[in-house]
């Protein structure tokens, strides 16, 4: 009986996935009218509860709707969503890390339950498995000699380990649990690798735009960045960067390889082996951040830099931040030939990580059944991300540009050049609505008519709302 209901529960989504293509490719368009369920049970040969779920899951999506009486009809097209933003042209040179009170002026109210928070890149705590999860803090807890109360291992706890390195199966990976280190959150992680391979006054190459706590990162080591040019859908310009490295005297890359955060944007795989290759031949370390590697919606998880590294010259970084538990504070490395440096480090600042929630982690991913936990988020934030897209299509100006991500948490809207999006921040934080102007993703507060929305919050009545408002305030601000 169970396989049966497995086998049909497949069906529908096979259903839904081939309509979704046909609607994709503008085979079907905005306005068709679709079977109704019966025809569409006949001609599937699926039942018609099987058909109906079909077409629930496109309806969730906001790809059709139904209307009374008169049947489905298709709603929306991603064909007509709006121009993708242009690729970025950081400033041509190699600067001292700027971070200003914006970012305190963002992120001062992460706990206003009143605000919209479409500001934080985090999946919203109801798409989180918090059963299960609290049942194995207990577990642990019951079952520790000390109630995990005492140190944890430096590097940390070996069941954690070992489930991090069956998880790298998923990108291709095969590291034992002896190259793992844990840290506190990913942050930890990437500050740890930068102090391993740079020093003072180094100049180390990131994307433009990219992620805020990168900057205050490289700024606590005394380090210059060399921005990179990114594209919104492949990530970092390879020749540029080929170029810059001799320019700028580059001592090491940090990458967001996979949905970058927060243009979204995805280095293809065979780039992916490219960038590694060429780093290896100048023996330039590559700190990869790949926090939103498992928050895919195609059919395949995109492989890692760290899948193509044969020097240990990529140090691999990532965290459950994103997937399951933001509080815990659970990230982790995977060094290369850096980790008794990382080590030494990290028992230098920290000594070691938090006992209880590692030990939590563990058990879940032992018995929590994570990769049933991934898929539903997978497809929980697929369906927000084509919900959000629509509203800001709907309800923005037409000269709006707006990345279409593959995975991850974020969009990145770039608004009419008239528009300051720090000065939208201020007048959103007076309508309840938190967001994050693009200033904050540049060293030298760039991106000014630019903010990045996460849509990590299920959507709701009041989501659509925010968007709305959002859409007038920037109008007035024209």
């Not at 679709?34 to 018609?48: D, N, P, Y």
């Not at 490219?274 to 700190?287: D, F, N, R, S, T």
Request: aromatic share 8%; proline share 5%; net charge positive.
């Amino acid at each position: 009986m169970e396989e049966v209901l497995i086998k049909e529960d497949h069906k529908y989504v096979e259903v839904a996935d081939r309509i979704e293509r046909l609607i994709e490719n503008g085979a079907l368009k905005v306005g068709n009218k679709l079977l109704s369920v019966r025809a569409l049970s006949k001609e599937q040969g699926i039942s018609v509860s099987t058909a109906f779920q079909a077409y629930y899951q496109l309806e969730s999506k906001g790809l059709i709707e139904a209307r009374p009486q008169s049947g489905y009809y298709v709603k929306f097209s991603p064909l007509h969503v709006l121009d993708l933003p242009k690729v970025s042209s950081p400033v041509n040179d190699a600067v001292p890390v700027s971070v200003d009170e914006m970012i305190d002026s963002v992120y001062s109210d992460l706990n206003n339950e009143k605000l919209i928070h479409f500001s934080l890149g985090v999946p919203s705590i109801s798409l989180l498995p918090v059963a299960r999860l609290n049942k194995s803090l207990l577990h642990v807890t019951r079952d520790s000699k000390s109630s995990c109360l005492n140190y944890e291992h430096v590097q940390g706890n070996a069941s954690l380990r070992r489930q991090i390195a069956r998880q790298a199966f998923n990108w291709g990976g095969t590291p034992s649990e002896e190259e793992v280190v844990v840290t506190a959150g990913c942050v930890e992680a990437l500050s740890l690798c930068i102090k391993a391979i740079t020093k003072p006054g180094d100049a180390v190459a990131i994307e433009s735009p990219t992620y805020f706590a990168i900057f205050q990162v490289l700024e606590s080591h005394g380090l210059k960045v060399v921005e990179i040019p990114t594209d919104p859908l492949t990530g970092i310009d390879l020749a540029y960067l080929e170029k810059a490295i001799p320019r700028f005297d580059v001592k090491a890359c940090l990458f967001v390889t996979n949905f970058n955060n927060p243009l979204g944007s995805c280095i293809p795989d065979e780039k992916k082996k490219q960038l590694v290759e060429m780093l290896a031949k100048k023996e330039i370390p590559l700190i990869e951040d790949d926090i939103y590697g498992e928050m895919y919606f195609g059919k395949t998880r995109p492989k890692t830099c760290k899948t193509y590294d044969k020097k240990g010259l990529v140090l691999y970084c990532s965290s459950f931040s994103k997937t399951l538990a933001p509080g815990y504070r659970i990230g982790w490395t995977i060094p290369g030939r850096f980790k008794e440096k990382i080590i030494q480090l990290k028992r230098m600042h920290t000594v070691s990580t938090n006992t209880l929630t590692q030990a939590a982690i563990a058990h879940f991913l032992e018995n929590g059944r994570f990769e049933l936990h991934l898929r539903h988020l997978r497809k929980a934030l697929h369906t927000q991300s084509l919900r959000y897209i629509q509203a800001v299509c709907e309800y923005f100006p037409e000269d709006t540009r707006m990345t279409r991500p593959q995975g991850g948490f974020a969009l990145w809207i770039e608004m009419n050049p008239r528009v300051d999006a720090y000065k939208l921040h201020k007048k959103a934080l007076k309508q309840t609505i938190g967001i994050a102007p693009g200033q904050i993703f540049s060293s030298q507060a760039r991106f000014s008519n630019c903010f990045r929305m996460s849509y990590g919050e299920p959507w709701s009545d009041r989501i659509e709302q925010g968007i709305k408002t959002l859409g007038k305030l920037i109008v007035q601000s024209m």
